[in-house]
């Protein structure tokens, strides 16, 4: 679908308003330039995805690699997102994280054998005031409709109930027994186990199902026929979820769960094996992608509303996530 407008150019000045230049501003060993050396790389290869979004004539927009590097800063610096950049198309966060993950696999910096899945729930942009009933059960006229007083004691609130009137599609959920509930997404990574770099990112619904379901998605998309291993928590360790992995050429190395009823999925067929330990030692690395995308790029709380923007905005910073990581393993040898 063409946005009205034709593609602006990316032409990148050296000069502004000023006696010093951007690029005389930033010092040569600022971590920011390693960083965009990356993503100017990633940007060229999507530059024929970028042609076609546009038209070609009409009044020229921002270029599309300014609203993205201009994105990435954001990330990095904490500086909240602005709705502008959501003009561009969904896939385009699919395509520059599946970008930036080729260009650490050419660095020799992924594992194609060894991966973690898991899933978070980021809160969503909505009170718990807008979890109200279904149509069908009218609530009493507000006191004050601009912040009307709610009292939820001794009613019983779920998701297939109530909704939120301002975002839909956040669910009640919490993160553990005992925890409070809230309007949440899920949000789940694929991550590979050598350096830790994000290579599969889904957002979904907070449905109770979402992290398996999302981590099957991400495990069918992994490139080549090769038998891979998966490792994960607890909340993996299902009968339905170990026997898709295996359908899909995935070895299971979740935690067991000896509490769920029928026991665990996993069996001494798979934990007797050193590789299953590796994966339950290395899957706590996923932890730090998880406390970077909610801390410096914001996202323990999305300001983004529907599953298909809070999916953008998840990706994107995934993306980010790896730049960083890989300028930092980069930073990490010596120079010859």
């Keep these: 679908m063409l946005r009205e407008g034709m ?12 006696y010093l230049s951007p690029e005389q501003r930033v010092r040569k060993d600022h971590p920011l330039r390693a960083i965009r050396t990356m993503v100017d790389e990633v940007l060229r290869s999507l530059s024929p995805q970028f042609s076609r979004m546009y038209a070609s004539e009409g009044r020229p927009s921002i270029a599309p690699e300014k609203l993205l590097r201009a994105l990435v800063v954001q990330m990095l610096y904490s500086i909240r997102s602005e709705r502008l950049l959501m003009e561009l198309e969904a896939d385009v966060a699919k395509q ?46 507000p006191d004050d409709p601009g912040n009307p007083t709610v009292n939820f004691r001794g009613e019983k609130r779920s ?9 839909p599609q956040a669910k009640l959920a919490r993160k553990s027994d005992g925890k409070e509930a809230k309007l949440s997404y899920s949000g789940n990574l694929l991550v ?9 990112a889904e957002a979904f ?12 998605i991400m495990l069918e998309k992994l490139p080549g026929t090769k038998v891979v291993t998966v490792g994960g928590d607890k909340g993996f360790d299902t009968f339905g ?27 001494a067929r798979t934990t007797r094996h050193a590789g299953y ?27 983004h509303r529907g599953v298909c923007k809070v999916d953008w905005m998840f990706t994107f910073a995934c993306a980010a996530c790896n730049l960083v990581r890989m300028r930092n393993l980069a930073a990490a040898v010596p120079a010859v």
Excluded: Y
């Design 159 to 167: 998701n297939e109930t109530h909704a939120s009137k301002t975002n």
């Design 96 to 141: 520059f994280l599946a970008q930036v993950v080729e260009l650490a696999r050419q660095k020799g910096c992924v594992s194609d054998e060894h991966f973690t899945v898991d899933g978070t729930l980021p809160d969503a942009w909505a009170s718990v005031k807008s979890f109200q009933p279904n149509e069908g059960k009218k609530a009493p006229p």
């Design 241 to 267: 979820f170990v026997a898709e992995c295996r359908n899909l050429q995935v070895t299971p190395h979740e935690a067991q769960n000896h509490t769920r009823p029928g026991g665990s999925a996993i069996d």
């Design 277 to 303: 330990k590796i994966s339950q030692r290395n899957r706590k690395r996923i932890d730090e992608c998880f406390g970077w995308l909610k801390t410096i790029a914001l996202l323990r709380k999305v300001r």
């Design 205 to 216: 619904e907070a449905n109770g199902t979402a992290e398996r379901d999302a981590a099957l």
């Design 192 to 200: 590979e186990d050598r350096n830790g770099l994000i290579v599969g």
């Design 7 to 18: 593609r602006g150019a990316d032409h990148q000045q050296s000069q502004m308003f000023s």
